[in-house]
């Protein structure tokens, strides 16, 4: 099993770069931390978890601030279910500052 995310700004098109990004478990146990890349992805996130429901909270506050860009939503929280842990999981994130959308990448 292995797990990646890939931000991108809705608003310029391009990849959001310096986002940190955080994984927890469902007892809310931090897991690993990151920062988007210079594609705006974490390719490897995590590559040992087991079935259940895990959480991103990826930082929009840092990164809109960054940018000197007033945002609505200071961070994003997507929770997941992994239900096979022989599969990559991606969850994609699309942001702007008043809105985001997210669903189950390949």
Same mark, same amino acid.
């Given at each position: 099993m292995?797990?990646s995310?890939h931000v991108?700004d809705a608003v310029?098109?391009?990849p959001?770069?310096?986002? =940190? !990004? *955080?994984l927890? #478990?469902s007892?809310?146990n931090? +897991?690993t931390t =990151? !920062? *988007?890349?210079? #594609?705006g992805?974490?390719?490897? +996130?995590?590559?040992?978890l ?5 959480r991103?909270?990826f930082?929009?506050?840092g990164?809109?601030?960054a940018a000197r860009?007033p945002?609505?939503?200071?961070e994003v ?5 992994i ?9 994609p994130l699309?942001?702007?500052?008043y809105a ?7």
């Amino acid at each position: 099993m292995s797990l990646s995310t890939h931000v991108l700004d809705a608003v310029s098109g391009t990849p959001a770069v310096g986002v =940190a !990004v *955080t994984l927890t #478990d469902s007892a809310s146990n931090v +897991l690993t931390t =990151a !920062v *988007t890349d210079g #594609d705006g992805r974490v390719k490897d +996130l995590a590559d040992h978890l087991g079935p259940g429901t895990y959480r991103l909270t990826f930082d929009t506050a840092g990164y809109f601030a960054a940018a000197r860009v007033p945002a609505f939503y200071p961070e994003v929280v997507i929770a997941f279910e992994i239900t096979d842990p022989a599969t990559h999981y991606h969850v994609p994130l699309l942001l702007s500052p008043y809105a985001y959308s997210t669903y189950r990448g390949s």
